[in-house]
């Protein structure tokens, strides 16, 4: 009974800000700031104006989506060849370049923005989508090099040793083996790599100023009210509640796998 209440209130904690955005985003305009649990009477106004008049509010989504599929994809493609590599060659620091790696992620974002605005400059990358793609790469790319290593690492060799002895290449075994029994875990890699550059903020609001470039998460807090004194935090909870749809729509679709991802390495 007492661990049942416990995981409800740790539900409750953590659905709520989502339930209460849902809830602002159906209010009317004059209706923002009551504290009712539920609308009345709901109003569908917010979501008119997240997709009306000039806010390209579709573009910005598909530009979300065009980023964090390619740097998805990217990520898995570096990601898992280098992950394999650091699990099953043997070769003088390894181990050190696995730290390096990892090593790498603890930079914060903030300290690497002006010299990437300036290297992107000089390139001619500003206002691209490799302007967001890059960088967006070099954060997700430990992360899965970390997880993907972990995983592989405990895959026996026997698996590539079997394969060999029936006529298979190293790459062979890998593709036709071990990849797909790595699926789970190259699959959660996939996921979390996606909502991370899906999320990302402070990148897209640096390297891009054109409004036709723009992804989601920028639009959203760029969203003006009539006035300058009016913040319309109705129309940035209806984005909200549609920027997050999708990520909520891959969690329930594909629950299952990332469990088997997350928990794979967990027994022997």
């Given amino acids: 009974m007492r661990r049942t209440l416990t995981a409800g209130l740790i539900v409750v904690y953590c659905l709520?800000?989502?339930?209460?955005?849902?809830?602002?985003?159906?209010?009317?305009?004059?209706?923002?700031?009551?504290?009712?649990?539920?609308?009345?009477?709901?109003?569908?106004?917010?979501?008119?104006?997240?997709?009306?008049?000039?806010?390209?509010?579709?573009?910005?989504?598909?530009?979300?989506?065009?980023?964090?599929?390619?740097?998805?994809?990217?990520?898995?493609?570096?990601?898992?060849?280098?992950?394999?590599?650091?699990?099953?060659?043997?070769?003088?620091?390894?181990?050190?370049?696995?730290?390096?790696?990892?090593?790498?992620?603890?930079?914060?974002?903030?300290?690497?923005i002006v010299p990437l605005l300036k290297l992107f400059t000089e390139?001619?990358?500003?206002?691209?989508?490799?302007?967001?793609?890059?960088?967006?790469?070099?954060?997700?790319?430990?992360?899965?090099?970390?997880?993907?290593?972990?995983?592989?690492?405990?895959?026996?060799h026997e698996l590539e040793q079997a394969a060999t002895i029936d006529g298979c290449t190293r790459w062979g075994a890998f593709r036709r083996v071990i990849l797909p029994l790595a699926a789970p875990g190259v699959f959660t890699t996939a996921i979390l790599a996606f909502f991370a550059t899906w999320n990302e903020f402070m990148i897209a609001l640096t390297m891009i100023s054109k409004a036709d470039m723009q992804t989601a998460t920028i639009r959203v807090a760029q969203f003006g009210g009539a006035s300058d004194f009016d913040t319309p935090f109705g129309t940035q909870m209806a984005a909200g509640v549609v920027v997050t749809i999708p990520l909520v729509i891959l969690v329930l679709v594909f629950q299952k796998r990332i469990v088997a991802g997350l928990t794979s390495g967990a027994l022997k």
């Fill in 16 to 112: 709520a800000p989502f339930y209460w955005m849902v809830v602002s985003s159906l209010r009317r305009t004059v209706d923002i700031f009551s504290t009712t649990p539920w609308p009345s009477p709901p109003s569908l106004e917010n979501y008119a104006a997240v997709f009306g008049g000039h806010s390209d509010f579709g573009r910005a989504l598909l530009n979300s989506l065009i980023v964090s599929g390619v740097t998805t994809v990217l990520t898995l493609a570096v990601g898992v060849c280098c992950a394999y590599a650091l699990a099953r060659l043997t070769f003088r620091g390894k181990n050190l370049v696995l730290a390096l790696i990892i090593g790498t992620s603890m930079f914060p974002g903030a300290l690497l």
């Fill in 123 to 156: 390139l001619g990358w500003i206002n691209t989508y490799h302007a967001m793609i890059v960088p967006s790469m070099s954060f997700a790319l430990p992360l899965a090099v970390w997880t993907l290593t972990a995983f592989f690492r405990q895959m026996p």
